[in-house]
C-alpha cells in the first residue's frame, strides 16, 4: 500500500489546480460578457459637416458592445447638444470628446499662452508670412535682416535668432478654438459667421516666446528696416540647428565682384616695400 500522506498531497494539489482553474475560467466568462453587455452611446443620426452646431435631431442613442466603445463617448444626448463638432462626422459614427468643442461667446487668448511665456505679435505679408499659409499650431523659425553699416556703406546680415517657435494665433483665428468669427452683416443687420480658416487676409501672427525672445524680436523689429521672416516648419521637425550668420560674401562666394575687389585691396594693404632697386639695363627688379 502507497504512503497515505502523499496520497492525501496529492489530492490537495489536484483539489488546489482544479479550484484556480475554476476561478481563472470564471473570470474570463466574466470578462466577456462584460464586454459584450450593450450600453448607451450616443452616435450621428446623419452626416455631420464640420463647424456644425450639434441639435436633437442630429443625434440618437444607441446600444453597442462595450468592446466597440470608443474612449471618450457621451451616453447621453443632453451633453453634446449645443457642442460644436471640429471634424466633419459620418452617419452612425460616435461622437467624441475630442471631435468637438464648446462655443465660446469670447476667446482669450492668454488661456491659450503657456505659463513662463509670452505672446508676442509680428507683421506678417506674403512674403514675410511664408504666403499667409501659416496656421495656429504650426511652428517656425525666425530670421532677420539687419543692416548695421553706417551712412551710405551698407553692411547686411542674415540670421536665423529663433528655431521652433509655436505659432499660436494669425490675425483673430486663435490656437484651439473654433475657427469662426461673428459679424453683423452691414445691410441686413443679421449676424454672419466668417470662417477665419480660409482667411488669408491676416496681417499678424502671433507667437509664442520666453520673455527673453520677446525682447530680441522687439529689437528686430525696432532696427533699421524692422522686418523678420517667418520660415514655416514640418510639424514633426523639432531639431535646432547651429547656423551661422549669412552676408554678401558667404552667398557671393570669393568670385564675386565684391570678392575679388576685396582681395585686391588686402592684397595692397599686405604688401611689403622692397629694400633696394636693382637696375639691370632697361629692367628694374625689386629685392626684398
Known amino acids: ?172 483665428n486663435i490656437i484651439a478654438s473654433i475657427p469662426t468669427e461673428i459679424t453683423k452683416d452691414p445691410i441686413s443687420g443679421k449676424e454672419v459667421k466668417r470662417d477665419l480658416r480660409k482667411d488669408t487676409r491676416y496681417t499678424t501672427a502671433t507667437l509664442e516666446v520666453t520673455l527673453e525672445e520677446a525682447q530680441g524680436v522687439v529689437f528686430l523689429l525696432t532696427s533699421g528696416e524692422g522686418s523678420i521672416f517667418l520660415a514655416l516648419r514640418n510639424p514633426d521637425d523639432r531639431s535646432i540647428e547651429k547656423l551661422y550668420t549669412t552676408d554678401a560674401d558667404k552667398v557671393l562666394g570669393e568670385r564675386s565682384s565684391k570678392g575679388v575687389r576685396q582681395k585686391m585691396e588686402e592684397g595692397i594693404k599686405g604688401r611689403r616695400e622692397p629694400r633696394w632697386l636693382e637696375f639691370r639695363g632697361t629692367d628694374v627688379t625689386p629685392v626684398y
Do not use: C
Not at 502507497?2 to 470578462?31: C, D, H
Not at 464586454?35 to 446623419?46: G, R
Not at 470608443?70 to 466633419?88: C, F, M, N, R, W
Not at 551712412?151 to 540670421?159: A, L, S
Open 1 to 172: 500500500m502507497g504512503n497515505p500522506r502523499a496520497v492525501l498531497i496529492s489530492l490537495i494539489m489536484a483539489f488546489l489546480a482544479v479550484l484556480l482553474i475554476w476561478f481563472y475560467v470564471k473570470q474570463k466568462e466574466e470578462t466577456t460578457l462584460g464586454l459584450a453587455t450593450p450600453k448607451k452611446v450616443v452616435v450621428a443620426n446623419q452626416d455631420i459637416a464640420e463647424l456644425t452646431t450639434l441639435d436633437e435631431t442630429m443625434l440618437r442613442i444607441d446600444s453597442v458592445p462595450q468592446t466597440y466603445i470608443q474612449p471618450g463617448t457621451y451616453s447621453e444626448a443632453k451633453d453634446v447638444v449645443g457642442l460644436i463638432t471640429t471634424v466633419p462626422i459620418k452617419k452612425g459614427e460616435q461622437i467624441l470628446q475630442n471631435k468637438v468643442l464648446f462655443e465660446e461667446t469670447q476667446t482669450k487668448l492668454s488661456t491659450r499662452v503657456s505659463k513662463g511665456k509670452r505672446a508676442i505679435t509680428v507683421p506678417v505679408t506674403d512674403i514675410h508670412g511664408a504666403g499667409r499659409l501659416v496656421k495656429p499650431g504650426d511652428r517656425v523659425d525666425i530670421l532677420s535682416s539687419i543692416d548695421y553699416g553706417q551712412g551710405d556703406r551698407e553692411q547686411r546680415e542674415v540670421k536665423t535668432v529663433l528655431q521652433d517657435v509655436l505659432v499660436i494665433a494669425t490675425g483673430r
